[in-house]
């Protein structure tokens, strides 16, 4: 099992249980999400930056 640090942008939601939807669903695309925070916002393009720690399993033979 490795751990990786990733970013991902999402689109903000109209409620906080959507949002944290949204994001766990994201960060799961790359891995099984351990930590995470909304780093920064721009509201104008009603965008969000999501900053991560996910663990990915590594395969025994690469």
Known sequence: MTT???T???DL???PTELQQVIEA???KQGEPL???ITSVDEAQAK???EAVV???SSLVE
């Open 4 to 6: 990786h640090f990733i």
């Open 8 to 10: 991902a942008e999402i």
């Open 13 to 15: 939601q109209e409620t």
């Open 26 to 28: 994201e960060l799961k």
């Open 35 to 37: 930590r995470w925070a």
């Open 48 to 50: 969000g930056i999501v």
């Open 55 to 57: 663990t990915v399993e």
